[in-house]
């Protein structure tokens, strides 16, 4: 079987060892004293390498030196001093044409991470990257720049994915969203979950566990998303291709609202260290810019990145600064969730979101956020109930959001969501209790990678949810992730899925396609596979309310 230079380095990306470089250290030399000491006893490069926030002519490099990843202190088995990191970025994956070479230094303070940040390099051309510390060599990584400001570049291969709890299966569809080589990944939110072993379980069992106890503290993070980063599939997906992150509740806790934890009847008194440490863990572990390094509580996640004249990438936080969720979370019928005064951005965000609609001359604005934009009434009578953590939470925030975008005269708005572990399809509406009103946007939603256990096939048109709001076009409860390929005529998107994710190894087909076109705002579906054969399906295949499944996968800790 012949295999692709990319299939290559899938491959590569779960053998050999790696190399790391320091903290938001730029492309500098460094010093070689702290070297002069017994050297690493093991691969350190066992958490792979990543790339991440793409522009024009540059991108972050990442990678974190751990020979032990699962030491309970957190720094992965690391001497407590600096660590010298080389790193190297080709135009071909044997590099024998390097570009750029440098030193940087993986510090203790840092949890020895690694993000090397460059510019000025080509725009539109793909890369390849690897780091060595001593003896050892880190897997290849491949990425790229997006195309010049001025220039529509040619189609965009980009897939979303979000909600992989290490605990509830294998992470095979990060490794099949590797094998299909897209040229951009974004991640959604809920890349880790913070439970103990065995408090969150999927149906079916738990095939794995998370080791350590739930985590508070900066040591518990940094030990949990080490144990993420050894999975070989995880790994692969990262190396693949750069990657755009944004999180949501669970790399800090359930459903917390800015200082507010899940469950503030409970309080908790250090829940501020807490979000700190969370904050960190994530910042070193992520391949992020040196602008969201955390000051304290603080983190600048929300950022643009663009692609050329053919995308802009708006990428929200609806966490860090939302207000509490109105009449205790849940699905309510609950009028707070129209209050004006209410928002799920923060005034700044929204400001800035706003702006950067007037601003646009993009062909497709595309925001990248974590929890459902549309509307989805649970009740098929006169009251209105919603979840009270998604937007329907935060209802005048949507709107002014939704009215910025059309007073803005932004050509194709696409909201691209995660959370709910599920794929979904909707239109967007400036009122959505006028079912006949016109669409002004498109919403695209990915299912989870892991999170629920197996899932299974159905009807997407047996799920309640989707009489009770017409504009809801597709429903799915597998796992997987969306596949996408943005042109200027179209923005096509298939939703992928795994049968299972109880076993490692699962195939994956294409569920359904949608298609959104050039100035016609509303996903169209063009392909709609046959119901999976299998016995197991869900929802009305096997006579259980498909809404009340919806309801209580998304608020039992979801």
């Known amino acids: 079987m012949s295999l692709s230079r990319r299939s290559l380095l899938v491959a590569a990306g ?15 030399a460094a010093p070689v004293g702290a070297a002069a000491t017994r050297p690493l006893a093991a691969d350190p490069f066992t958490l792979g390498v990543a790339s991440g926030d793409p522009d024009h002519d540059g991108f972050v ?22 660590v010298p990191v080389r790193w190297e970025l080709a135009a071909d994956e044997r590099f024998r044409h390097v570009l750029r070479r440098g030193t940087a230094v993986a510090s203790p303070a840092a949890a020895h991470s690694v993000h090397v940040e460059l510019g000025g390099l080509p725009a539109g051309r793909e890369y390849f990257y690897r780091f060595r510390v001593e003896r050892y060599v880190s897997p290849v990584g491949r990425t790229r720049t997006a195309p010049p400001p001025w220039a529509m570049g040619g189609p965009l291969a980009m897939a979303f994915v979000s909600c992989s709890q290490y605990e509830h299966g294998w992470f095979t569809a990060y490794r099949r969203l590797a094998e299909a080589e897209p040229d951009l990944v974004l991640h959604l939110g809920d ?27 900066l040591a518990n993070y940094r ?6 980063k050894t999975d070989p599939d995880l790994r692969a997906a990262h190396a693949a291709a750069p990657w755009l992150v944004v999180w949501d509740d669970h790399e800090l806790d359930n459903n917390w609202a800015d200082e507010v934890p899940e469950r503030p009847e409970n309080p908790q008194p250090g829940f501020l260290d807490r979000r700190a440490a969370a904050f960190q863990a994530y910042y070193e572990n992520m391949p992020l810019r040196r602008g969201s390094v955390p000051r304290g509580i603080d983190m600048q996640l929300y950022r643009r990145v663009r692609w050329g004249r053919l995308a802009t990438f708006h990428l929200l936080d609806t966490r860090q600064y939302r207000d509490d969720q109105a009449c205790g979370d849940g699905y309510r019928d609950c009028a707070a969730a129209g209050d004006p005064a209410r928002s799920i951005t923060g005034a700044e965000q929204e400001r800035w979101l706003l702006d950067g609609f007037r601003r646009s001359e993009a062909r497709w604005d595309i925001l990248g956020q974590q929890v459902f934009f549309a509307q989805r009434d649970n009740d098929a009578g006169p009251a209105t109930v919603t979840s009270m953590d998604a937007w329907d939470g935060y209802v ?7 009215r910025g975008w059309l007073d803005a005269g932004v050509r194709n708005p696409v909201v691209l969501t995660g959370d709910v572990h599920a794929h979904w399809a909707s239109d967007l509406k400036l009122d959505y209790a006028d079912p006949t009103g016109r669409t002004v946007g498109s919403e695209l939603v990915c299912s989870s990678i892991t999170s629920g256990g197996d899932g299974a096939d159905s009807d997407p048109a047996s799920h309640p949810f989707l009489a009770i709001n017409p504009h809801l076009r597709f429903y799915n409860n597998q796992r997987g992730y969306v596949l996408t390929r943005l042109t200027p005529r179209q923005l096509t998107a ?19 396609s949608f298609v959104v076109e050039d100035r016609v705002p509303g996903p169209q579906q063009t ?7 299998a016995p197991a399906r869900s929802g009305a295949d096997r006579g259980t309310d498909q809404g009340a499944e919806t309801v209580d996968r998304e608020t039992t800790r979801p």
Not at 14 to 28: D, K, M
Not at 396 to 402: L, N, P, Q, V, W
Not at 498 to 509: C, D, L, M, R, T
Not at 527 to 533: E, F, Q, S, V
């Open 14 to 28: 779960v053998s050999a060892g790696g190399a790391a470089l320091a903290g938001p250290a730029a492309a500098t």
């Open 61 to 82: 490099l990442w990678t974190r030196l751990a020979p032990q990843p699962l030491a309970e202190d957190g720094l992965g088995g690391m001497p407590s001093r600096p």
């Open 191 to 217: 890349y880790q979950y913070e439970y103990t072993a065995g408090a969150y379980v999927a149906p079916g069992g738990n095939p794995r566990d998370h080791e350590g106890p739930e985590t508070v503290t």
């Open 223 to 228: 030990q949990r998303h080490a144990q993420y």
């Open 396 to 402: 005048a925030s949507r709107e002014r959001i939704t």
């Open 494 to 512: 298939d939703f992928e899925v795994v049968p299972y994710v109880s076993s490692p190894g699962a195939p994956v087909h294409t569920r359904a």
């Open 527 to 533: 392909y709609d596979r046959p119901l999976d054969p």
